[in-house]
């Protein structure tokens, strides 16, 4: 929990435990990982709204801005205690970086594993005028060095959520009839009305909620390619670019981009209706690519049916999937080699 | 509670009562009328479920078949206590008939309103072999016309559950930037993972919990094409034809097919998906048409914008929803000239 | 944490966050006692479930068998923080001791109160085996005096455990056209069919979920009686005698026994029937006594309209809750002189 991080174990850090319940999981029993998406985020806005309000100044709620790549490590199972810790590793003038980390434990054998390591950015907003983002308190650094990493992580974040900025008009258009694994015959949608327990005190929605719904698309879409019991392997990046408001209906929708041997990568996109009280149009409010790998009933992992490309933009997007597969399976390989270099 | 029943205040009746929690409602505070409907079925399954397991027996499980069609006489508020009655008032061989009342109770002022009358019928099922139908221990009448009405009640339903199992091939597709107030602005669906909490001991979908959803889709579809705060004001019969079984994805879709003045029909689809561990195609399992009203900030009635009909299929569905719309109308006038003639 | 404890920071001490939402709290945005209650109860499921499976050893899973009396020292809201930790302060042979802390905060503000202090017994039981308990793994304590206290607590609420076990057949029977403030006026009930999430790996209802209806029953009670918000004050020791399995109803059920100028004393039942799967009758799983206040909309006591009593059981209720009432008003103002004295 102590890695990037600032001085000592903080005052500030945050540890949430619950067990996990039938409703959190599949009916293979492994916890969902929107669930751990989910728990994460709250871990990460207490600990970050807690920490904007630390100094004397305007009261504000952190929002979430962006999460980093997530891996899920290892799957955790209905009765286990999902262990989640937070901290906060770097301050900007106006956002917070926060480091969260799951363990699973099996109260019973006492047997503990990582599942997650998760790093969140925060801006935090004026209680009072939620379009003014306020000034955060600087944290302590034990060393000068995780200063510069720090700021290192979040120039680099800033130049991705601009890039990811771009890509959005995209919309799912349905098929009439698809055959089976093509993109068309897996794509799925849904809507959510937002509802009260949904939202922050500024009245949008958490972003766990959101990473939560986004999982249940993606999941779905997985589930209907392959028919076998499967799990989210991890999330890419996602950037947060635009706040989605109570009594708003969201529609989520996924479509399966790429396979390789052994996994799949799932496109998914978040639209907000503001369609009551509002004038304002239809707007992309999250996009991100989620992976999920198939279990056997042993848990071991299964080759996965490969997709059916027939437009040429399909063609296109399972170009751009196989690129970031490689560059995260290149970027693994060159991590394992240091760690076995450092040994 | 004791119009068309069994004799006296029966051991057998139930009463559920729960606080109107802010998820249960709209943004205006209005609790949804799904809500209430799964209140309803959940009292339904119990009273019907311990009826059928009162006498040595097989144990069994009670499924929905069918409810009749429910007006929803005055809007419920968050804050508010919903009070849900059941007495069961007919058996036949196979099924049993309840009766639900509910009530709602303003535990401030004390004031109670009448909000629903309900009749469901549920077919109880062995908790060993899930298609087989146990017999039903038959009640006791205080009367011998209330058996006869009971006994005309469950003809009239038998034959319209028959009727009812002819319409359904139907798919609602998808339209390209659609015209506001046309069928395929406001149309919309959404993707369930049926998971354990949705589900009976037998491992089927409560019928309660897929009416809160059909009631959620045809809420969006109401609010989508007039953009007010929009309430439930009356489901027709629904008949269960399909059990649904844990595991399965459910689509919800829903469609306006009639307006009048002041209000709109919407017709909602049930599709499942048993896509994991079964190898049966997707199939339609409910089908209903729900009714909503359109109100104003202070809760009066407002005008619906007229549904603008485009192809065949639209304008014959227009017509029918009328046929509908007329057919309810008349029946109310006539009960309302009934009572009067007898006061 | 740390008062009547185990030595130092214990590793096994746990601590759970969670943000208080709108389905949390009652319109005036009061938290329920209820939703604390269960996140006190899973807290200490959590703990002691791990230090009983800490030795190699039958795994088994820890059964909440009491909750010791419980101040609620000040209202939570939605928005804030609810930080519970729990620690292990005692054990016997066969049932471990939890002490659990909340600590309300906001989260804006920095400002943190003390919300609860609470004791809970656990008996752990055989994951193989539900009817076996097995042994609990001793705890070392920094100092003999707190073995010997803890020891003292344990005798003390075993003698308690069993007088209580006594008082039980009673039943709730419905009143027609009741005046305000009678007994028969306020008093409800509710049914709830147990589903899986409610339930711990052993199949059976968490003791949480038990208190949360309850708390939420009562509430109902004192709302009716004097129309105004309502919170809990405290609730007394409460027993659990009897498991609930997963598909039983239960049936709650709550009744005013007692008002003083500010509160309100109301016994709440418990009764579970096993309806579908099992021979066994209806039986009383918990019985106990929670207490309210009255708030304004400054959040100040209000006083309580007096409850009429009608028959002699009502009156004799009203006297043993007087005695309840005293007892505790006498031990709270020597406990007041003692920390004067000390000071």
Same mark, same amino acid.
């Given at each position: 929990?102590?890695?990037?991080?600032?001085?000592?174990?903080?005052?500030?850090?945050?540890?949430?435990?619950?067990?996990?319940?039938?409703?959190?999981?599949?009916?293979?029993?492994?916890?969902?990982?929107? *669930?751990?998406l989910k728990?994460i985020e709250e871990?990460g806005a207490?600990?970050?709204?807690?920490?904007?309000?630390?100094?004397?100044?305007?009261?504000?709620?952190a929002a979430l801005a962006r999460v980093?790549? *997530?891996?899920?490590?290892?799957?955790?199972?209905?009765?286990?205690?999902?262990?989640?810790?937070?901290?906060?590793?770097?301050?900007?003038?106006?956002?917070?970086?926060?480091?969260?980390?799951?363990?699973?434990?099996?109260?019973?054998?006492?047997?503990?594993?990582?599942?997650?390591?998760?790093?969140l950015w925060y801006?935090?907003?004026?209680?009072?005028?939620?379009?003014?983002?306020?000034?955060?308190?600087?944290?302590?650094?034990?060393?000068?060095?995780?200063?510069?990493?720090?700021?290192?992580? /979040?120039?680099?974040?800033?130049?991705? +959520?601009?890039?990811?900025?771009? +890509?959005?008009?995209?919309?799912?258009?349905?098929?009439?009839?698809?055959?089976?694994? *093509?993109?068309?015959?897996?794509?799925?949608?849904?809507?959510?009305?937002?509802?009260?327990?949904?939202?922050t005190?500024?009245?949008f929605v958490h972003g766990g909620v959101t990473m939560k719904?986004m999982?249940?698309?993606?999941?779905?879409?997985?589930?209907?390619?392959?028919?076998?019991?499967?799990?989210?392997?991890?999330?890419?990046?996602i950037?947060f670019?635009?706040k989605i408001?109570?009594?708003?209906?969201?529609?989520?929708?996924?479509?399966?981009?790429?396979?390789?041997?052994?996994?799949?990568?799932?496109?998914?996109?978040?639209?907000?209706?503001?369609?009551?009280?509002?004038?304002?149009?239809? /707007?992309?409010?999250v996009?991100?690519?989620?992976? /999920?790998?198939?279990?056997?009933?042993?848990?071991?992992?299964?080759?996965?049916?490969?997709?059916?490309?027939?437009?040429?933009?399909?063609?296109?997007?399972?170009?751009?999937?196989?690129?970031? /597969?490689?560059?995260?399976?290149?970027?693994? &390989?060159?991590?394992?080699? &240091?760690?076995?270099?450092?040994?």
């Amino acid at each position: 929990m102590s890695e990037p991080g600032a001085a000592g174990p903080s005052p500030a850090a945050i540890q949430v435990s619950r067990i996990m319940r039938p409703d959190d999981a599949n009916i293979a029993g492994n916890v969902h990982g929107g *669930t751990i998406l989910k728990m994460i985020e709250e871990a990460g806005a207490i600990i970050s709204t807690r920490h904007c309000n630390s100094q004397a100044g305007e009261p504000c709620v952190a929002a979430l801005a962006r999460v980093e790549r *997530t891996d899920f490590l290892s799957p955790v199972c209905i009765g286990e205690v999902a262990n989640v810790s937070a901290e906060i590793t770097y301050t900007s003038r106006h956002s917070v970086e926060v480091q969260v980390n799951v363990m699973s434990e099996n109260i019973l054998t006492g047997a503990k594993k990582v599942t997650n390591k998760a790093t969140l950015w925060y801006v935090p907003l004026s209680l009072k005028n939620v379009n003014k983002v306020v000034e955060v308190p600087p944290i302590q650094y034990a060393r000068k060095e995780q200063e510069d990493e720090g700021k290192k992580r /979040y120039e680099e974040q800033k130049l991705d +959520r601009l890039e990811t900025k771009q +890509r959005n008009g995209d919309v799912i258009l349905p098929v009439i009839n698809p055959e089976p694994h *093509t993109v068309g015959y897996s794509q799925s949608s849904l809507i959510h009305l937002v509802g009260p327990s949904d939202c922050t005190l500024l009245g949008f929605v958490h972003g766990g909620v959101t990473m939560k719904l986004m999982d249940e698309v993606a999941g779905i879409v997985a589930a209907r390619h392959c028919k076998t019991n499967i799990v989210t392997a991890s999330v890419d990046a996602i950037n947060f670019h635009e706040k989605i408001k109570k009594g708003c209906v969201i529609t989520v929708s996924g479509r399966m981009t790429f396979t390789s041997n052994k996994s799949m990568e799932i496109e998914v996109f978040v639209d907000a209706d503001p369609f009551v009280d509002e004038p304002r149009e239809r /707007y992309r409010a999250v996009s991100a690519f989620f992976t /999920y790998v198939s279990l056997s009933k042993e848990g071991k992992p299964l080759p996965v049916p490969q997709l059916l490309t027939e437009t040429e933009d399909e063609k296109r997007r399972f170009e751009e999937g196989k690129g970031r /597969y490689l560059q995260t399976k290149a970027k693994r &390989q060159a991590q394992m080699q &240091q760690q076995a270099a450092q040994q």
